[in-house]
């Protein structure tokens, strides 16, 4: 049966044209998905029965289901496992900050992008998530939370690559543009270059993050294998070519593992590579995790703060994720391995992370 939460707003209007009129009627259905997230037809108490039992006869709306939700850490954040019809998992989190929240959610269950600093690429490729999963994880954790539209960020920060999922992503895009602004919603890519493109087309965009975590070629290519389908002096001209819209800036990743990216002469190499780009550089310590390499380690304080200071200097814009449970998320995907034992599928990772 067709799920209404997987069409997209113009294909959700034309599906409820053949059985739903006053027009009106199509209106106040599309506010109970799209803007309430209702999870059965019955919860529709402004429609007649009737029409409720039609819909109910000829359409779905089902989300992925909770299955697990770990206690909040220090700073608040918890981390929400889902089940999906396949058996496949998949992960989101919710965050806490001040007045405002974040929710971070996946977009592939698994990801075959490889990075080698990632639990997710770790576990290998998985497979797109549908729209009514990428909405579902969203709206689970909202209605826990009661958090307002108005108070809420997105970050497609989860397991996988969200423009490798760009229909899917698209579609969950314009149900939540209606209730929350492009301005307040993040996409984070591992750098794919036609997806950016493509991104750069929309009427209305998202925040663009790009995880970038190697101020050189070689280096990048030893870490994000994917480099080498989509070069890095190719990303940062799709990078300096996005349109961004007055006061938004693009978001450069940047994972430090210690002895390897961590030096102020990388801060500097860095520095140089995003010069002239309309850009803030989000610096993340890595947190180790017994599924990486052995020699992946999180850099000292000092450390940080000496590439930090020398990308400061330069005139670089840049924050630090330290906070632990901000390390839940970070990156372009990833969500931390460390609640594992969970139930691994065969092309369901638990998750992956940068951090
Ligand atoms: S960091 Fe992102 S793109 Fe890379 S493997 Fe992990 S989820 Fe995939």
Redesign the pocket.
């Known amino acids: 049966m067709l799920n209404l939460y997987d069409l997209t707003p113009a294909q959700l209007e034309r599906a409820l044209t053949e059985i739903v009129s006053p027009p009106f009627r199509i209106r106040q259905i599309e506010e109970w998905l799209h803007v309430r997230g209702a999870d059965t037809f019955d919860s529709m108490t402004n429609l007649p029965r009737d029409l409720r039992t039609r819909l109910a006869e000829r359409f779905a709306i089902a989300f992925p289901q909770v299955v697990e939700v770990t206690p909040p850490a220090p700073d608040g954040s918890r981390k929400y496992l889902f089940s999906l019809p396949d058996a496949n998992r998949i992960e989101a989190v919710y965050m806490p900050m001040g007045e405002r929240t974040s929710v971070c959610l996946s977009s592939q269950a698994g ?1 075959a ?3 080698t600093f ?1 639990v ?2 770790f576990f290998g490729a998985g497979r797109n998530l549908t729209p009514s999963e990428i909405l579902g994880q969203f709206f689970a954790i909202q209605r826990e939370h009661k958090i307002a539209f108005e108070q809420t960020n997105i970050v497609f920060m989860g ?3 969200p423009l490798l999922n760009f229909e899917n992503v698209v579609a969950s895009l314009d149900v939540f543009f209606r209730s929350i602004a492009p301005k307040r919603i993040t996409l984070s890519t ?1 750098g794919i270059i036609p997806g950016i493109d493509q991104l750069a087309t929309l009427p209305r965009r998202p925040n663009l993050a790009v ?1 970038i975590n190697a101020p050189d070629r070689k280096r990048r290519e030893e870490i ?1 294998p994917i480099t080498r389908k989509y070069p890095l002096d190719e990303l940062m001209m799709a990078l300096r070519r996005f349109p961004l819209e007055k006061g938004r800036d693009l978001t450069i990743e940047y994972v430090l593992l210690a002895g390897y990216n961590d030096s102020t002469a990388d801060a500097a190499q860095l520095a140089r590579l995003i010069r002239g780009l309309q850009c803030k550089v989000n610096a993340i310590p890595l947190n180790p995790d017994p599924k990486l390499p052995q020699w992946m380690l999180r850099p000292s304080e000092e450390a940080i703060d000496a590439f930090v200071e020398a990308l400061v200097e330069r005139g670089v814009r840049v924050t630090v994720r330290r906070s632990k449970g901000r390390d839940i998320a970070a ?4 969500l931390r391995g460390k609640s594992e034992p969970l139930p691994r599928h065969k092309s369901a990772p638990v998750h ?1 992370r ?1 951090a």
Do not use: F, I, K, L
């Open positions: 990801c992008v490889g990075c990632c997710t690429g397991m996988g690559e591992a995880s994000m990156a372009c995907g990833q992956g940068h």
